[in-house]
């Protein structure tokens, strides 16, 4: 099977800032892929990259196996990439159902419709909100409207930038469960950016590992979650056997 997304050797820059360093990794059909690291890792730039934000200074970023690299993000839009970026970013002002039918701004069909009534099968808690501005929305609400917003686009490829962000741990395990159904229901494949390692690789096929803005480490979720590294940098486990062990002088394999 080919990748439906595929970056191959991508360098994007911060004026003279190195912000990702020669980054590959693909993403298969109705896969979920998550991107792991620290915050400054790089992930997002990533997205960034991606989704025309950023325009890199090396490698190629391709999707459906055409040459994307650099487009214009109105342009990425139109080809099915949708983007959820970090801190949510709902236009306050218009309602719940004018921020939805804006991210249906490219679709020329008359299934728009339809796709709010879908929206709010899956967010039933914004469905009485219908009118209200968002920025009036609590911070759970904002990220499940974000997310509506880019099902709105009938995307093939979601990316979606830290959406635990911020939320309690009811609303995490809620989000989680909503991407799962749309990637297993509505086919949805998507490209999940999280620092929330625990949430990332329970719901994810497949995983990246990033520190100052390379990958180091990929792999299935499921081998990723039994791997030294990840339990103990990334899902807060030790290995009790070792008294006295000094976290800091514990060095990564990777390194």
């Known amino acids: 099977m080919d990748a439906l997304l595929e970056l191959q050797n991508v360098e994007t820059y911060y004026g003279p800032i190195m912000a990702i360093?020669?980054?590959?990794?693909?993403?298969?059909?109705?896969?979920?892929?998550?991107?792991?690291?620290?915050?400054?890792?790089?992930?997002?730039?990533?997205?960034?990259t991606i989704s025309g934000a950023m325009d890199p200074r090396k490698g190629s970023v391709r999707?459906?196996?055409?040459?994307?690299?650099?487009?214009?993000?109105?342009?990425?839009?139109?080809l099915g990439i949708a983007h959820v970026p970090e801190g949510r970013e709902v236009f306050p002002f218009l309602s719940?159902?004018?921020?939805?039918?804006?991210?249906?701004?490219?679709?020329?069909?008359?299934?728009?419709?339809?796709?709010?009534?879908?929206?709010?099968?899956?967010?039933?808690?914004?469905a009485g909100q219908r009118k209200l501005a968002a920025g009036f929305l609590s911070g759970g609400q904002q990220q499940m409207l974000a997310i509506?917003?880019?099902?709105?686009?009938?995307?093939k490829l979601m990316?979606?930038?830290?959406?635990?962000?911020?939320?309690?741990?009811?609303?995490?395990h809620e989000i989680a469960e909503i991407i799962q159904r749309?990637?297993?229901?509505?086919?949805?494949?998507?490209?999940?950016?999280?620092?929330?390692?625990?949430?990332?690789l329970e719901i994810s096929h497949f995983g990246y590992v990033m520190e100052v803005g390379r990958v180091v480490m990929q792999d299935s979720c499921e081998r990723l979650k039994s791997a030294t590294d990840i339990q103990e940098f990334y899902l807060g486990m030790k290995d009790e056997g070792v008294r006295g062990r000094r976290r800091w002088k514990v060095r990564k394999t990777w390194r």
């Open 182 to 200: 749309l990637n297993t229901e509505q086919k949805v494949t998507m490209l999940l950016v999280e620092q929330n390692a625990k949430m990332a």
């Open 159 to 172: 990316l979606l930038d830290e959406p635990s962000l911020g939320l309690s741990p009811r609303l995490v």
């Open 63 to 78: 999707f459906g196996g055409d040459a994307i690299t650099a487009r214009d993000p109105d342009q990425v839009a139109r």
């Open 148 to 155: 509506g917003r880019a099902l709105m686009l009938r995307p």
């Open 96 to 126: 719940v159902d004018e921020n939805l039918r804006m991210g249906a701004f490219t679709r020329r069909d008359s299934g728009v419709r339809g796709d709010l009534d879908l929206v709010y099968d899956y967010f039933p808690s914004l």
């Open 21 to 48: 360093r020669g980054v590959s990794l693909k993403v298969f059909p109705q896969q979920i892929v998550s991107v792991l690291g620290a915050n400054g890792a790089g992930k997002t730039t990533v997205l960034k």
